[in-house]
């Protein structure tokens, strides 16, 4: 197991100072001040590592709102059956975020006085706006426009009633916490090795590009604001990334999931959740194989299908493509990153059954397994420290791609080449690259294969439900029956065993049928703001339709 070094959390004096209660939104920041504290860089550094928690962890689920991946069950978010909610954690923890980064910002002029350097305490400053950018991005997808607080509040402050701010004003303060963070932060090679896993410059530039190029093609798509204005910010900042030089595509695409993956020396990752180093130095740890191994978030027919053939093609016009007669043979001559990302014949698997084989149909209903995160070490350890990757290069020169076909409807091999061709010629990945004589050749469409090559580069890592609402399409793909692999002989199960598992017309299995699911378009690409939220705001309006 790969050692590395990790940010230490210091937890004792800082849990008191930070506490919350459920109304995280109308608690005084005098309550959470402590006289005793901001007296050094310890005390910023301190209250700043908590922000870190906000960091997304594994596993990774939220897949299974979208039509890439299936749980055991259906999912409400995913077949249009949610409700509106009378409490929802996760409307208040974006708000705890945003206070305590709102308290780091103002008190970091106390920790000013006493004498430490400006450009230190900067460095903490742009870490918390980095994370109230995060935070407010996080409940502009969600809920769309919200009550935009920049500052620390007492009890009886007028914000606390605030409307909803408009979209753009909360994009606003959000570029300008990332340009303030990217200008301040270091980058990744003037980190220091006891620093690493925090953020970064470069990571400041790489998430401005996620949050400009959501908000671009939303308005695109959707037909509002000024789509030019976003598409342009994710470009210009997705090439800042580029030309930094700090950052490269890592060789293996499994291992980007593995300790192998981690450190300095893969400089693919802009930024990860860090787990501790051993099972003798655990700080936090995660068993994410294990939660996958039971079905947290079964791949589906639909993503299988997404991967092209070894020639570049996808599977209705690649000349390689047969039909499989065993589920070892849907993997032949397809995107080598298929089977880093699916389990088949053959692969290291659990304790109790070292060698994969076949789905297990209890647990992996889509008859396909989820092979991120495995480790056979960590599956006999009930515990795992591989990191996760919350900004990848990948993803960087995903979006530079897009937004540039967006804003010309139309992208040269030129670009191709600087960006998705860097995934497609990644060693351990080696496809054909994509061109504009390629897509012409074959009748194929450029948006539809750029849109491709983001969904499996970045499969199953949270990505593809927020896709599918910025695109306007989710209303055509969710709708959609959830279909998992056909039932080959090699399952073998006896007649009483499939006699419980439902199938469509071509023999796959199905899940759950069209006239099961839904999106309705006026309302579900918004979330519902929580009731217990609307009654202790009067002036926060509840989303269209809700």
Not at 89 to 97: H, K, S
Not at 202 to 217: C, H, I, M, N, Y
Not at 375 to 403: G, M, T
Not at 426 to 446: D, E
Request: aromatic share 10%; glycine share 6%.
């Amino acid at each position: 197991m790969i050692k590395r070094n990790k940010i230490k959390i210091v937890l004792l004096g800082i849990v008191s100072i930070f506490a919350t209660s459920c109304d995280v939104d109308r608690i005084p920041e005098t309550v959470i001040t402590d006289p005793a504290f901001w007296n050094n860089e310890a005390d910023l550094k301190a209250a700043v590592n908590v922000l870190y928690f906000e960091l997304p962890g594994l596993p990774e689920t939220s897949d299974n709102w979208s039509d890439d991946s299936y749980a055991t069950g259906p999912n409400s978010i995913s077949d249009g059956t949610r409700l509106t909610p009378s409490s929802d954690g996760f409307y208040g923890n974006q708000y705890t975020g945003i206070r305590r980064a709102n308290n780091i910002i103002e008190k970091s002029q106390k920790v000013l006085e006493t004498g430490v350097e400006p450009a230190v305490v900067d460095l903490y400053v742009g870490e918390a706006r980095f994370f109230r950018a995060w935070n407010y991005f996080n409940l502009l997808r969600r809920y769309g426009g919200v009550p935009l607080i920049l500052r620390t509040l007492k009890e009886n402050d007028p914000e606390l009633q605030a409307p909803k701010a408009t979209r753009e004003d909360v994009l606003t303060a959000i570029y300008e916490d990332l340009d303030f963070a990217a200008s301040k932060l270091e980058s990744p090679s003037e980190q220091s090795s006891s620093n690493y896993g925090r953020v970064t410059s470069t990571a400041a530039l790489a998430f401005k590009s996620r949050v400009a190029l959501f908000e671009g093609t939303r308005a695109k798509f959707h037909s509002y604001g000024n789509p030019q204005k976003h598409l342009t910010i994710a470009k210009q900042a997705a090439k800042a990334v580029m030309d930094s030089g700090e950052h490269a595509i890592y060789s293996e695409y499994f291992d980007l999931f593995q300790y192998e993956g981690e450190g300095r020396s893969n400089k693919e990752n802009i930024l990860v959740h860090q787990y501790g180093k051993s099972i003798e130095e655990s700080i936090t740890s995660h068993v994410t194989q294990r939660n996958l191994e039971t079905g947290a978030a079964n791949p589906t027919k639909a993503l299988a299908d997404s991967y092209l053939m070894a020639d570049g093609l996808p599977i209705d016009k690649s000349p390689l493509y047969e039909e499989p007669t065993t589920t070892f043979e849907v993997f032949e001559n397809r995107d080598p990153r298929m089977n880093a990302t699916f389990f088949k014949d053959g692969d290291e698997y659990i304790g109790t059954k070292p060698v994969f084989t076949v789905p297990d149909l209890n647990f992996q209903r889509t008859g396909f397994a989820n092979r991120r995160y495995a480790h056979l070490e960590d599956w006999q350890n009930s515990r795992s420290y591989i990191d996760r990757a919350v900004i990848r290069y990948a993803e960087v020169l995903l979006n530079y791609a897009e937004a540039t076909f967006e804003l010309e409807n139309g992208i040269s091999d030129t670009d191709l080449n600087i960006s998705i061709n860097q995934l497609r010629s990644r060693p351990s990945v080696s496809l054909p690259g994509l061109t504009n004589t390629l897509v012409t050749a074959n009748g194929l469409n450029m948006r539809e294969e750029i849109r491709r090559e983001r969904r499996v580069e970045l499969a199953l890592e949270g990505f593809r439900y927020w896709d599918l609402i910025r695109w306007k399409t989710a209303e055509i793909e969710l709708p959609k029956p959830v279909l998992g692999n056909k039932l080959f002989a090699d399952f073998n199960l006896s007649e009483d065993e499939t006699s419980s598992i439902n199938f469509d017309a071509d023999g796959n299995i199905l899940l759950q049928d069209a006239s099961l699911r839904e999106f309705d378009p006026s309302k579900d690409y918004l979330f519902p703001f929580p009731t217990d939220q609307l009654g202790l705001n009067k002036n926060l309006e509840q989303n269209p339709e809700w």
